[in-house]
Nanobody
Framework: VQLQASGGGLVQAGGSLRLSCAAS??????IAWFRQAPGNQREFVAG????????VYADSVKGRFTISRDKAKRMTYLQMNTLKAEDTAVYYC????????????????WGQGTLVTVSS
């Protein structure tokens, strides 16, 4: 499966942004968003199972971010609301067969990152 992430940009604190992840090839995977800020490890943000749409969120984004998928378009989205300066990072979408997990090493497929910068 190939993944293509897009939608990053510069936004003020409190604003919103929507990231998109286009998938080609097989799509019967769990899709997740990770992020990595400078000097930090890559961290799990949210994940969704392709078939059932089950979602999992990191505590830091619960209530602010929403992950969804459009099976017909083979797209996964991350709607980010009430953005904070600490959300600034490069965001990656990733895919794995099986259930959602927060462990980045468990994901075999990665898209290129898209930079999100939140100004305070």
């Amino acid at each position: 499966v190939q993944l293509q992430a897009s939608g990053g940009g510069l936004v003020q604190a409190g604003g919103s942004l929507r990231l998109s992840c286009a998938a080609s090839g097989r799509t019967n995977y769990a899709i997740a968003w990770f992020r990595q800020a400078p000097g930090n490890q890559r961290e799990f943000v949210a994940g969704v199972t392709w078939n059932w749409g089950t979602t999992v969120y990191a505590d830091s984004v619960k209530g602010r971010f929403t992950i969804s998928r459009d099976k017909a378009k083979r797209m996964t989205y991350l709607q980010m609301n009430t953005l904070k300066a600490e959300d600034t990072a490069v965001y990656y979408c990733a895919a794995r067969s099986g259930d959602i997990t927060a462990q980045a090493v468990a994901y075999a497929y990665w898209g290129q990152g898209t930079l999100v910068t939140v100004s305070s």
